[in-house]
T-cell receptor, first 115, second 111 residues
């Protein structure tokens, strides 16, 4: 199964600043997914990142706020821009792992606190 | 609208006390139902995929079952190391790969 390295694991940021989260996979994957997990809530898909094309954003999420890069088949970044306290959350990247009956492998997450 | 509801929100068990977690779902067409385990400070870890009603999967003390409206995760003789949040998710047959997650059940097993 794929192994994902996600960093930073946590950060405390000032409002109005931006944070870039990195996700490195140990194998080539077509699609990478970015999720947000707010306290007490379910995981919500932010966007899907395909190599060589623009990311596809879910309803309620926009590129200006969450720009995504996907320069190759093993790496992606998610930037949380112009942060406010409402952006405090856990951000997770994931990839489809066909060897696990369509189950997805997740990174360990980035716990973001905006003050 | 596709939806996943998990119950209970939290569950405390004594070691060895078997129980079940519930995942009720509403989806236009089910492609697959997934169970994950999430430990504090970590990402979800894949446990099972179920595709059709009547299907069952087992792994150590865990057994997942599926009906047309819900799935159960049965935990037999749990141990403290089974303490975690268990997440359920569904994928619809609507042509997307998108998961719809429930909010999870926080399980605490006491020694």
């Amino acid at each position: 199964s794929a192994v994902i390295s996600q960093k930073p694991s946590r950060d405390i940021c000032q409002r109005g600043t931006s944070l870039t989260i990195q996700c490195q996979v140990d194998s080539q994957v077509t699609m990478m997914f970015w999720y947000r997990q707010q306290p007490g809530q379910s995981l919500t898909l932010i966007a899907t990142a395909n190599q060589g094309s623009e990311a596809t954003y879910e309803s309620g999420f926009v590129i200006d706020k969450f720009p995504i890069s996907r320069p190759n088949l093993t790496f992606s970044t998610l930037t949380v821009s112009n942060m406010s306290p409402e952006d405090s959350s856990i951000y997770l990247c994931s990839v489809a792992d066909r060897g696990r009956n369509d189950g997805y492998t997740f990174g360990s997450g980035t716990r973001l606190t905006v003050v | 609208e596709d939806q996943v509801t998990q119950s209970p929100e939290a569950l405390r068990l004594q070691e060895g006390e078997s129980s079940s977690l519930n995942c009720s779902y509403t989806v236009s067409g089910l492609r697959g139902l997934f169970w994950y385990r999430q430990d504090p400070g970590k990402g979800p870890e894949f446990l099972f995929t179920l595709y059709s009603a009547g299907e069952e999967k087992e792994k150590e003390r865990l057994k997942a079952t599926l009906t047309k409206k819900e799935s159960f995760l049965h935990i037999t003789a749990p141990k403290p190391e089974d303490s975690a949040t268990y997440l359920c998710a569904v994928q619809a047959t609507s042509g997307t790969y998108k998961y719809i997650f429930g909010t999870g059940t926080r399980l605490k097993v006491l020694a």
